[in-house]
């Protein structure tokens, strides 16, 4: 699975953005999905998740009420609405994909086995 995001960019503080993150592969409804991000000095962490239906989601204390996981398994596309950003929301982001059995997701980052290659958010303030 070869993954591609896009979306990133520069919006003020309390702005929205959309990533996305297409993948390649006809197995793609197999994949638990999720989305992490990591700052200039700091570690990767986790943002959200979704199990390969998407029924099941899960998000980081810090974006949740505020950013939502979702995808197209018809368009091979996993999305992140992201709004009332903060400066704090500023890193590169990052999808990654982890073939699954079972409909559940995933939030530490070495259980994913495809990462894209990052896509920036800056959030001025």
């Known amino acids: 699975v070869q993954l591609q995001a896009s979306g990133g960019g520069l919006v003020q503080a309390g702005g929205s953005l959309r990533l996305s993150c297409a993948a390649s592969?006809?197995?793609?409804?197999?994949?638990?999905m999720g989305w992490f991000r990591q700052a200039p000095g700091k570690e990767r962490e986790f943002v959200a998740a979704i199990s390969w239906s998407g029924i099941s989601t899960y998000y980081a204390d810090s974006v949740k009420g505020r950013f939502t996981i979702s995808r197209d398994n018809a368009k091979n596309t996993v999305y992140l609405l992201m709004n009332s950003l903060k400066p704090d929301d500023t890193a590169v982001y990052y999808c990654a994909a982890h073939y699954s059995f079972g409909d559940t997701y995933f939030i530490t980052p070495d259980t994913y086995d495809y990462w894209g290659q990052g896509t920036l958010v800056t959030v001025s303030s």
């Open positions: 592969g006809r197995t793609f409804r197999s994949y638990a």
